[in-house]
């Protein structure tokens, strides 16, 4: 084989190589990212969710001790589905917030699907 063969190909490998790092680079950069957005949501979510909770609870029981004793009842009634009511609410906004956000890895894959079509040409 002539030198200038195999410093060719020397050449290719070495930015076969390179492309490869770059790409998991990538990889482990949108990683670090998506576990970092993930567990930000996590940690809010639960707070939110005691601190809500515990808000609503407190001003459910205060509204049921303010109305007169023949009203209790109702107004007990009214507390749990304003509670329901408020559950499907936040419930059918976090499917659309779930439905809207891009495929995770998304940039890792297209990059990865653009090398192997520059490849295979």
Do not use: N, W
Not at 52 to 62: K, N, Y
Not at 80 to 91: E, I, K, M, N, P
């Amino acid at each position: 084989m002539s030198g200038g063969l195999m410093e060719s190909v020397q050449h290719f490998i070495a930015g076969l190589l390179d492309l490869g790092r770059t790409r998991f680079e990538l990889f482990g950069t949108e990683l670090r990212e998506e576990l970092a957005r993930l567990a930000t949501a996590v940690v809010g979510g639960l707070a939110v969710l005691v601190l809500a909770a515990l808000g609503l609870g407190f001003c459910g029981l205060a509204l049921v001790i303010y109305v007169s004793e023949p009203h209790r009842l109702a107004a007990a009634i009214g507390v749990a589905g304003l509670f329901f009511v408020a559950a499907l609410v936040v419930g059918l906004m976090l499917r659309r917030m779930a439905e809207a956000k891009p495929r995770a890895f998304d940039a890792t894959i297209s990059e990865l699907q653009r090398d192997l079509t520059a490849i295979r040409q």
